[in-house]
């Protein structure tokens, strides 16, 4: 049976995970695990408060993973509403899904084919969508074509910063 829980810790947050271990005297921290934060915002004009997950620990590639919490950290802790626990389980499997993506992009790879540091933000954008694509074109439809944003092959022109500059 899964322990689900509701915390609020001293530093205001709140999160809700899934309690493997109980704190004891001996081990004052809780083995958790699936956790995420309940991020807030207040709408003053429509009267209407806005709720969203987001992964607790920040750089979490696997929400899975053992996280531990100093057990005097939590001011308050209650199980969970229905509805605040249907949306908490389609926000992990949304984590889950994304992590599995985000794990098939080799990053030495991708690092070996380009030079970050000589890329603008909108072409590093680019070029992570056409990886993605070619993955997933690779996995569902192979006969589909996805060409490369950084080097599309139909010319010989070679972009260099600073923008506009052509050789």
Request: charged content about 30%; overall charge negative.
């Amino acid at each position: 049976m899964i322990n689900l829980k509701q915390l609020k810790l001293a530093n205001d947050e709140e999160i809700i995970c899934e309690v493997i271990t109980e704190p004891t005297e001996d081990a004052p921290d809780l083995a958790i695990r699936k956790v995420l934060k309940l991020m807030c915002v207040d709408d003053y004009e429509r009267n209407v408060r806005y709720y969203s997950f987001k992964p607790w620990m920040s750089f979490t590639e696997d929400v899975s993973e053992l996280q531990t919490l100093n057990s005097l950290h939590i001011i308050g802790q209650m199980n969970p509403s229905i509805d605040l626990t249907v949306h908490y389980a389609q926000a992990i499997k949304e984590v889950e899904n994304s992590t599995k993506s985000r794990k098939i992009l080799n990053l030495d790879e991708v690092l070996s084919e380009i030079d970050i540091d000589e890329m603008s933000e909108e072409e590093m954008d680019s070029y992570l969508d056409y990886k993605f694509a070619k993955i997933k074109n690779e996995k569902s439809k192979p006969d589909l074509k996805i060409v490369d944003p950084i080097d599309s092959g139909d010319t010989n022109i070679i972009r260099f910063k600073p923008k506009g500059t052509v050789h």
